[in-house]
């Protein structure tokens, strides 16, 4: 009894030594649970079988840096099982927590240096501050509440069975990263399973959790992290100088299924994603893309089952490609498969790049099925660009449309070139050397050659519709050229694409806008893309519009420009038409020569396989006649006089020969050519046209203008003149008493704007009966020169005549040959007349008073017909005579004629007007001795035979004087002439 009494004082002495050391005691215990960290506990309560410490601390033992501190933790240890090391459940109030990620990395890998293992049923945590440290300094902080259960420490690797976490003011290396956390979670034999994770107001930088030069980790736990569900609310995510790039956004994510595994990429299950905010820039220099909305569903990282994106915009910029699109070519990129993908309100402006040498806008928007990211896909896509404008570099616009509708399989385009439909509205195409570069090399292969056709020749359409299109070219030929057009493109049933151009024109603007061309309406149809690889098309039917050939059209093609025709027209060589219809197709014909009215015509043909070029259609053309009726060609300075009247012309030509100025034949019918100044006017001013200088300068205000380009000119190569007239027009009308004009016809060929020409005069008897003139036999021709080069070879008139009359004199086998110029008309002639010769020359000159200047000479003629016929009542001058006259004047009054003649034989005088006088005389031997002296003075001054005589005259207007010198015989005589108008003396006293 004593003893069991000593014993249980003995054991009550040492439980209550215990409890007065109990401190001291777990202390001591908690002091082999981890060797490396040192546990203090400074109070101690039993509370039943649990324990309550207060103010708990950790600390490493190596050097005393603390770990963690406890205001108060609740301990209900499993007692009997402590041995084993099952520490039962804990709860922690007040607690804090810094902690080496490093240490504790050591620690778990080695397993304390122990192999004794702690578990802990289960461990709650009040809001706790954590901060957790390495080598670099702070790596994670947050106030974290927690419960914990089935915590096994030792090992290889810490166990949790559940664990449940609520986090707050999480910061990562001294950033703000989440606002809030809650997961629930376990670990596994490879990591840590979240079965739910939930964060939200997050920031997110990649650049927070880049290495800095910390050794690896190799093989340490966990190998592996597995989320069954996660969702993240409104996370911001910036990166600065991401491979050159700034990207920022915020987003929301759930998702199931996520598998982080070392060293192997991150699974995920399903999962959406919603971004908002989107911001991606180059990290130097301009340029942006955005976007206001992106909804994902999507299957890991490759299969995007859903995706929505809302108002894109793009900046595309040179340093935003120069970021985006390096020149090392990526083998392993991603390509992610794509369900769907709708595109909305998408805008999009582009500046001229390195790629890309244009700039402009457009807006798209799109929806996309079964796609990859490289942008393969069996299925039908669509894709709207509306609002495009794109320009060469900071020049206006060159393309404009208001909308661009394609419908498409991409495998379909990539491997036959196919797009179902291509529908474009109201598309304005502006080329012109003023907004690029499109015309500043033309060059066109001359053969055919085996290089592979580009990709947009290579395209085929289901269906190809362009509406309300538009198009404004400048193409700077030898002179600027202008086209306008509006067209429009539909497929037809039969899938022939029809191209339908409706009031096309083309026009010179240095010209005042001259239009050279026009077309009312075209239609061609093709199949694209055969047209291109067969150079051919089905039908081109032109109807409507006017082509002018003239020196406009035609100087487009001089100097470096005839190289641009000899290459299209190589090219054309190559394209046929399977029918070609013209219809109504006006055709004008400018300056065919100075101051003609300019011809039209309308033109009409059909043809089937025909080449395209001029020559081709020619072939397969039948040459075509026009008839034009009464026209004028009107003088350059007097248009209500006329050069030239023309009945009716008749123009055989052909469709090659048109544009290269040529026709075939001209036949004009009863044509009546004036001959007189305005003719001479307007061949000067055709000599100036052919040698390209300004017209007669009294045509211009202001100083003369330079020449114009040199056009090629005309050829005919028949021109034939039938039942022409001449009428002598000195003033522009023919001159009264002439008669009807001379007949004439001819033909010949004219040149490159030079003509010479023999108008033949055909033979006939005329009689100008106000002259008195009558011709007998009368004939000639006419040689006439375009342009005239000297007053030798201008308009030249020879006339002959077996008799030309004048009252009652007469002159045998006559010539006449008349010169013309600008300044008069100048004439010579010869004849037989009264057994001698009569030659003589006139020049009348074309101003005002029609002056003239001329001379007469006869050789050895009878004299005495002449001065009977001449002078029938006043003297007879019988022999053989020569003399000549010359005189000046002009239309009303002779100013001066001088006149002078000697005798070529033995002759006879008789004064026939003393005839009267004597036969008043008493006859012979009757009278007184005056009266008969009388008689014989006189017959002796009446008849006189002389063997040489003289005379000289010279006359001013109508008066003059003159002398008659003979000597015969019986002697000499002289006679004094005068010559005085009395008229005058009577109009001055009336």
């Known amino acids: 009894m004593v003893v069991l009494l000593g014993l249980g004082l003995a054991l009550a002495g040492i439980g209550w030594w215990a409890w007065t050391e109990r401190v001291r005691l777990v202390n001591l215990l908690l002091d082999r649970v981890v060797p490396e960290i040192v546990i203090e506990v400074k109070t101690i309560e039993f509370k039943g079988p649990d324990v309550e410490l207060g103010q708990v601390r950790a600390w490493w033992r190596s050097d005393g840096v603390e770990i963690a ?60 501050p954590v901060t957790i440290r390495d080598a670099n300094g702070l790596l994670f902080s947050a106030k974290i509440e927690t419960r914990i259960e089935g915590v096994v420490i030792g090992g290889a690797s810490p166990q949790v069975q559940n664990a449940h976490l609520k986090a707050r003011d999480i910061v990562w290396r001294d950033h703000p990263l989440l606002a809030e956390l809650t997961l629930n979670a376990k670990t596994t034999a490879q990591g840590i399973e979240v079965s739910d994770l939930h964060a939200a107001e997050a920031s997110i930088n990649p650049a927070w959790f880049a290495s800095k030069g910390e050794s690896s980790s190799g093989d340490a736990w966990p190998h592996e992290v597995r989320v069954l569900s996660a969702s993240l609310q409104n996370v911001r995510f910036t990166a600065a100088d991401l491979g050159g790039l700034n990207l920022g956004f915020r987003f929301s994510w759930k998702g199931r299924e996520l598998l982080w595994q070392r060293g192997s990429e991150l699974k995920l299950g399903l999962h959406e994603f ?23 569903e999507a299957r890991g990282l490759g299969a995007v089952l859903k ?49 890309l040498p244009v700039k402009g806008s457009f807006q798209i928007s799109a929806e996309l099925r079964d796609v990859d990211s490289s942008l393969h896909s069996a299925q039908k896509q669509q894709i709207t660009f509306s609002e495009l404008q794109t320009s060469w570099k ?73 509406s309300q299109a538009t198009a404004r070219v400048v193409v700077p030929l030898a002179d600027r050229v202008e086209v306008e057009t509006a067209f429009e493109v539909k497929t037809m049933a039969s899938g022939l694409h029809q191209l339908t151009v409706e009031e096309a024109r083309a026009m010179i603007p240095s010209r005042a806008n001259v239009p050279v061309a026009s077309l009312r309406a075209a239609v061609v149809e093709t199949k694209l893309p055969a047209m291109w690889r067969e150079h051919r098309v089905e039908r081109i039917d032109l109807s409507g519009g006017h082509v002018d050939v003239g020196d406009a ?52 043909f059909a043809t089937k396989d025909t080449p395209l070029d001029l020559e081709g259609l020619a072939e397969n053309v039948e040459p075509q006649r026009i008839i034009l009726k009464n026209l004028r060609i009107p003088s350059p300075h007097r248009p209500l006089h006329a050069v030239a009247e023309m009945t009716e012309i008749r123009v055989h030509y052909t469709l090659d020969g048109l544009l290269h100025r040529v026709i ?97 005069i ?24 375009l342009p005239m080069r000297d007053r030798d070879n201008n308009v030249v008139e020879v006339f002959q005549a077996d008799r030309i009359q004048w009252k009652n004199l007469h002159a045998d086998n006559t010539h006449l040959s008349i ?135 010279r006359f001013y207007g109508r008066e003059g004087r003159g002398h008659l010198r003979f000597k015969g015989p019986d002697g000499k005589r002289t006679i004094e002439i005068n010559v005085y108008d009395h008229r005058l003396a009577a109009r001055k006293n009336p």
């Open 69 to 128: 501190a406890i205001e108060q933790a609740k301990w209900s240890p499993h007692w009997r099982e402590l041995r084993e090391g099952k520490l039962g459940s804990l709860s922690l109030e007040g607690a804090k927590v810094d902690a080496d990620l490093e240490r504790f990395r050591q620690l778990s890998s080695s397993g304390g240096g122990s192999s004794q293992r702690w578990s802990i049923d289960h461990l709650e945590l009040t809001e706790t």
């Open 274 to 296: 919603d971004v908002t905010e989107f911001q991606l820039r180059p990290a130097s220099g301009e340029g942006e893309m955005s976007a206001a909305v992106l909804h994902v």
């Open 307 to 355: 995706s929505k994106l809302t108002q894109p915009r793009v900046r595309w910029t040179q340093a935003l490609e120069d970021a985006l699109l390096s020149d090392s070519d990526s083998s392993s990129e991603r390509k992610i498969q794509i369900g769907s993908l709708s595109l909305e309100q998408g805008d999009v402006a582009f500046e001229a790049t390195k790629k």
């Open 394 to 466: 900071a020049f206006e616009p060159f393309l404009q449309l208001k909308a661009l509708k394609a419908e498409l399989v991409p495998d379909e385009l990539r491997e036959r070139f196919h797009i179902d439909s291509l529908r474009i509205e109201e598309p304005q195409l502006t080329l012109n050397p003023e907004n690029g570069p499109w015309f500043e090399k033309i060059t066109t292969e001359t053969e055919p050659t085996m290089k592979e056709l580009p990709f947009w020749k290579r395209l085929g359409f289901g269906s190809l519709e362009i």
């Open 553 to 604: 059209l035609m100087t487009l093609f001089r100097g470096p420009a005839e190289i641009v025709e000899e290459k299209a027209q190589a090219v054309a060589q190559r394209w046929h038409a399977g029918e070609v219809k013209i219809s109504d197709f006006g055709v004008t014909l400018e300056e065919i020569a100075p101051q003609f009215p300019p011809v039209h015509f309308n033109l009409n």
């Open 664 to 760: 075939d034949r001209v036949e004009i019918l009863a044509p009546t050519l004036f001959v007189g100044e305005d003719l001479f006017w307007y061949v000067e001013n055709y000599r100036k046209f052919m040698k390209g200088e300004p017209e007669l300068a009294d045509t211009f205000v202001g100083p003369v203008q330079p020449p114009k380009p040199e056009a090629p000119g005309w050829r005919v190569d028949t021109l034939a003149v039938n039942d022409g007239r001449l009428a002598i027009a000195p003033k522009g009308v023919p001159i009264r008493g002439l008669g009807e004009p001379f007949p004439f016809s001819f033909s010949t060929r004219l040149e490159s704007g030079e003509l010479q020409a023999e108008l033949q």
């Open 762 to 785: 055909p033979q006939e008897d005329r009689e100008l009966a106000d002259m008195k003139l009558k011709f007998t036999n009368l004939r000639g021709k006419v040689s006439f020169n």
């Open 819 to 953: 010169t013309y110029d600008r300044n008069g008309i100048y004439g010579s002639f010869y004849g037989k007349a009264y057994a001698g010769d009569v030659n003589g020359a006139f020049n009348i000159y074309l101003d005002d008073s029609y002056t003239w200047d001329g001379w007469i000479a006869a050789t050895k003629i009878n004299s005495g017909p002449v001065t009977k016929l001449l002078f029938p009542e006043y003297f007879t001058l019988d022999g053989t005579v020569t003399g000549k006259i010359v005189a000046t004047g002009d239309g009303d009054e002779l100013y001066q004629g001088d006149a002078e003649f000697l005798n070529d034989g033995h002759g006879r005088f008789e004064i026939a007007a003393l005839n009267d006088v004597i036969k008043k005389l008493p006859a012979p031997m009757r009278g007184d001795m005056a009266d008969q002296i009388r008689r014989i003075g006189l017959e002796t001054l009446r008849d006189f035979d002389y063997d040489s005589v003289d005379g000289k005259a």
